[in-house]
Structure formats: structure tokens, C-alpha cells
């Protein structure tokens, strides 16, 4: 089965900064790849999601951008972090649309 | 993609049994119904499926209706290792990932 990796578990930025996150799928090629953001207490909000290396579609207009260099890499990104950018972000895969998404442990992301 | 509706918490003893029914009035001939769990600081996982009638698996039994209208997640004999989130989750096949994850139902499970 597919295993999602995603690190830090945890970060800590001020506000301002620039943010990279970084979700790697072993077991698989050709994942379909999401990243979700969830608040406290709160559903999953889909950010972005990509059906191949290159591209990337926004579901959401933010401060933030995603990109996938490679197959099995998916990067979140942002270039000035907000205080509205903190929350805990998942970043899931599936193969193929009709299959169940795996999702990894999510970074917590706190912003200053 | 079917707006779903599902009670915000639910509390449940030990060793009994815990239904969590899902309302999606507007779900479309093609959608499939989806159950997944989350834990704190963790990732939801999947744990059930279906379309019809009644789906079990080693974790769950999913019950859906014949209108499909609405679908219950059943939990046996819960431990206090199934204190978690649910989400249900109803859509075509073909757009899982897309989909919204609402607040789900906060199960919390005392000895």
C-alpha cells in the first residue's frame, strides 16, 4: 500500500516568512496528490490538488502555491506567511480517482 | 458532489454498539457513499464504502437505504481507541480528493 511521507510535524514561523512543506508517496506512481488544511476543530479544506508532475490546480485563491517537480513529490509553498496561513495541513494521495485517498501525518503550522 | 449533514458529537460506553447517520438528500445516481476517521493530530483514514444496501468490513458496517437518502456507519462493541472524528463523505467516484471535508461527528468513547 502507499505510504504519504510529510515533515516537519511541526513548525514554528514568524509571520512573513516563506514556507516550504514537502510530501514524498512511496508504493505508487502516478498518484493523483491534494493538500488539505484543516483549522482547530474544523473540516478539510482542499488547497490544490495534481494529476501529473506540472500540474497543479488551485481550489482555493490564498497566499499559497503548490508545485509537483516529480512524480511522487508534492511541495506546498508560499513566499510571505500570514497569521491566517496557521492550521495543520495534510497532503493525501490516490491512485487513480476512483480509489481511497491515503493521507500522510500533516504538519502542524503555527505563524507568529 | 451531495451536501452531507451529520451530528456534531456523539458519546458511547465501552463495549457498545454507536450509529452515526449521514443525511445526503441530494446525492446522485452515480455517487458513492464514503466513511473515513481521524484521530488528533493525525491524517483521516478510510474505512468504509458503498452504494447500497449494507457493506461490512473488519472495522465497520455501512447501512444505506434504498432511497440512499441518508447512510449509518455502525461501530460495534467501540473501545475507547475509537474516540475520533467521522467523516462522511458522498460523491462520484472520480471526485474523492476533491471533495470538502466537513466537521465530521466527534465520537468520544468512555470506559
Known amino acids: 500500500s502507499q505510504t504519504i511521507h510529510q515533515w516537519p510535524a511541526t513548525l514554528v514561523q514568524p509571520v512573513g516568512s516563506p514556507l516550504s512543506l514537502e510530501c514524498t508517496v512511496e508504493?505508487?506512481?502516478?498518484?493523483?496528490l491534494y493538500w488539505y488544511r484543516q483549522a482547530a476543530g474544523r473540516g478539510l479544506q482542499l488547497l490544490f490538488y495534481?494529476?501529473?508532475?506540472?500540474?497543479i490546480s488551485s481550489e482555493v485563491p490564498q497566499n499559497l502555491s503548490a508545485s509537483r517537480p516529480q512524480d511522487r513529490q508534492f511541495i506546498l509553498s508560499s513566499k510571505k506567511l500570514l497569521l491566517s496561513d496557521s492550521g495543520f495541513y495534510l497532503c493525501?494521495?490516490?491512485?487513480?480517482?476512483?480509489?481511497?485517498?491515503?493521507f500522510g501525518s500533516g504538519t502542524q503550522l503555527s505563524v507568529l | 458532489l451531495a451536501k452531507t449533514t451529520q451530528p456534531i458529537s456523539m458519546d458511547s460506553y465501552e463495549g457498545q454498539e454507536v450509529n452515526i447517520t449521514c443525511s445526503h438528500n441530494n446525492i446522485a445516481t452515480n455517487d458513492y457513499i464514503t466513511w473515513y476517521q481521524q484521530f488528533p493530530s493525525q491524517g483521516p483514514r478510510f474505512i468504509i464504502q458503498g452504494y447500497k444496501t449494507k457493506v461490512t468490513n473488519e472495522v465497520a458496517s455501512l447501512f444505506i437505504p434504498a432511497d440512499r437518502k441518508s447512510s449509518t456507519l455502525s461501530l460495534p462493541r467501540v473501545s475507547l481507541s475509537d474516540t475520533a472524528v467521522y467523516y462522511c463523505l458522498a460523491g462520484e467516484t472520480d471526485s474523492w480528493g476533491k471533495l470538502q471535508f466537513g466537521a465530521g461527528t466527534q465520537v468520544v468513547v468512555t470506559p
Open positions: 493525501a494521495s490516490q491512485v487513480g480517482f476512483t480509489e481511497k485517498l491515503f
Open positions: 508504493g505508487t506512481s502516478n498518484p493523483n
Open positions: 495534481s494529476v501529473g508532475i506540472g500540474q
